[in-house]
């Protein structure tokens, strides 16, 4: 079943693209970068999802076992998935991607515990956007638990705006380009 989405007719950014690197909170170096395809990279993200609090999943995700862990990962870090990580030296401390999903890509973005509230889920959507821009993704949105204020307020900050509000998620949207052909 397909459906219709509202995307805003105002495009948001400009967005910085990967690398990025900046100090954390918690005076951590933080480095963002976009997946690289290697298998160091690959084992070090499923190392963080393992080492996910399930407290923090939401709508099944990520996955709790490790085999699930991988076979998702195996999803998301092939084909036209767009992936940037957030690393603290060679551990991996956030992970963003946008998944093909019709004309638009949608976002899901994950901190590890230790590393929330520390400023890095902000800097890694904002570069993921900017990848995204960067590859010619024109449309993104994402879902949100209604009652989530502090994301609810992090995606309108960015840029996101409310799309669809039924059931107990809001659906946010954000574009990135206008769409319009420069060819002529």
Not at 137 to 144: N, P
């Amino acid at each position: 079943m397909t459906r219709d989405r509202l995307f805003p007719d105002v495009v948001a950014g400009p967005f910085e693209g990967p690398p990025l690197t900046f100090e954390d909170r918690e005076g951590r170096d933080i480095e963002i970068r976009a997946y690289d395809g290697s298998d160091a990279e690959y084992e070090a993200l499923a190392s963080m999802y393992v080492a996910f609090d399930p407290a923090d999943r939401a709508q099944g995700i990520p996955p709790s076992q490790e085999r699930r862990i991988r076979e998702w990962l195996d999803n998301i870090l092939s084909g036209d998935c767009l992936n940037v990580i957030a690393w603290d030296g060679d551990d991996a401390a956030g992970h963003a991607t946008l998944v093909p999903d019709q004309d638009a890509y949608e976002l899901a973005i994950f901190v590890l515990q230790k590393y929330q509230e520390a400023g890095i889920g902000t800097r890694l959507m904002k570069t993921l956007l900017g990848y995204g821009a960067e590859q010619g993704v024109e449309k993104v949105w994402l879902t949100v638990e209604r009652w989530n204020s502090p994301a609810v307020g992090l995606y309108k900050k960015i840029g996101f705006e409310v799309s669809d509000s039924e059931s107990f998620e809001l659906e946010m949207a954000i574009r990135l380009a206008d769409g319009r052909d420069e060819g002529g």
